[in-house]
């Protein structure tokens, strides 16, 4: 099993690069990208220059590991960015914008090589809510499982809880790593790596 390093607290991070059956070494970054405000024009922008700071953070990965990831997922909706709520109000005034509606979710990440290179990229997936059961969101709201999350959630655990729900593009983009554009990636660098 190769090992990757990943420079993000995120269990969510983690949990999909295990499932994809790497070794993860979890390190936080110095930054906190809640506090972190970056007007770069767009969401695309935004996400590749909060992932790119994010990996700056890290020294290049030593031999026991194929590359360091860093990365930074926000909702976009009308031209706004949603990045994680600060409190329960604002998590709230987040979901009761993106439901009834459809917006963006953007994820951009940046893998540094051994050599201290770095390739950025973002990956964008499309969500699609339905109106929420009002009793459903005040509890939701309470439970505090919006801390943390870009607009305010979760997919996969929102769809499991039965919220009106649905993904265009990869799931695993709105989950916060996407892994469809970074399997590939990962399985090149790993296979490139020179045996010991």
């Known amino acids: 099993m190769s090992r990757v390093i ?40 935004t996400v590749a220059a909060l992932a790119w700071f994010k990996a700056a953070q890290f020294d290049p990965p030593g031999r026991d590991a194929v590359v ?4 930074d997922t926000v909702c976009a909706l009308d031209g706004r960015i949603l990045g994680k709520p ?21 994820t951009g990440v940046c893998l540094r ?19 929420i059961d009002p009793a459903s969101l005040e509890a939701y709201l309470d439970s505090g499982e919006w ?3 870009a607009g305010g959630y979760n997919l996969a655990d929102r769809i499991a809880a039965g919220w009106p729900i649905r993904c265009t593009g990869d799931p695993t983009t709105v989950m916060g790593l996407p892994m469809r554009r970074l399997q590939p990636m990962l399985d090149a660098m790993a296979s490139a790596e020179p045996t010991t």
């Open 86 to 106: 600060a409190d329960r109000a604002e998590a709230g005034e987040m979901l009761r914008r993106l439901a009834p509606g459809r917006h963006r979710t953007l």
């Open 147 to 149: 801390r943390g999350k």
């Open 113 to 131: 090589g051994r050599d201290g290179s770095r390739r950025l990229f973002v990956d964008s997936a499309t969500v699609e809510m339905g109106a």
């Open 68 to 71: 360091t990831i860093a990365a």
């Open 6 to 45: 990943l420079g993000s607290a995120s269990p969510r991070r983690r949990r999909l690069l295990a499932d994809a059956g790497w070794d993860v070494d979890q390190r936080s970054p110095a930054i906190d990208d809640g506090e972190l405000r970056i007007d770069a024009g767009s969401p695309e922008a």
